[in-house]
C-alpha cells in the first residue's frame, strides 16, 4: 500500500463517496506539527465521516463526539486498496499534517 494524492477538485466528491461507503469503523485522529509535535486528538472511536466543504475550504473528520476541522487544506493523500481506505493524511497551510487513521471495531464472539 502506498499514498496516493487526491487532486482538490475531486475531494468533495471522494470524502462523500467514503463517508457512505465506510460503515462501521473506528477512528484515531493524529496531529503533528513543528509548533505543537505529534499529538493524538482522538483514539480509536466509531467513526462517523469525512466531508469537504469548498466554500469554506475545510475538511471535516467526524468521530463520536469529536469533529476535527482542517481549515485550508492543501493536499490531501489516502492509502486505501481495492476494498478498504487504510488512512487519510492532509497537509494544512501552516504545514501541519493531519493523520485520520482507520479500523475495523474488534468483534467479540457471542457469550
Known amino acids: 500500500m502506498s499514498l496516493r494524492q487526491v487532486a482538490k477538485p475531486r475531494w468533495q466528491a471522494y470524502f462523500d463517496r467514503v463517508s ?57 493523500h489516502v492509502d486505501h486498496d481495492t476494498e478498504w481506505l487504510h488512512s487519510v493524511e492532509v497537509l494544512d497551510a501552516e504545514g501541519v499534517r493531519h493523520f485520520v487513521l482507520l479500523r475495523d471495531p474488534l468483534r467479540l464472539p457471542a457469550p
Open 20 to 76: 457512505a461507503m465506510l460503515g462501521a469503523k473506528l477512528v484515531e485522529i493524529e496531529v503533528a506539527g513543528l509548533g505543537l509535535g505529534d499529538q493524538v486528538e482522538a483514539e480509536w472511536i466509531p467513526f462517523v465521516g469525512l466531508s469537504y466543504d469548498p466554500a469554506s475550504d475545510l475538511v471535516a473528520v467526524i468521530g463520536e463526539g469529536v469533529e476535527h476541522l482542517i481549515r485550508h487544506p492543501k493536499e490531501i
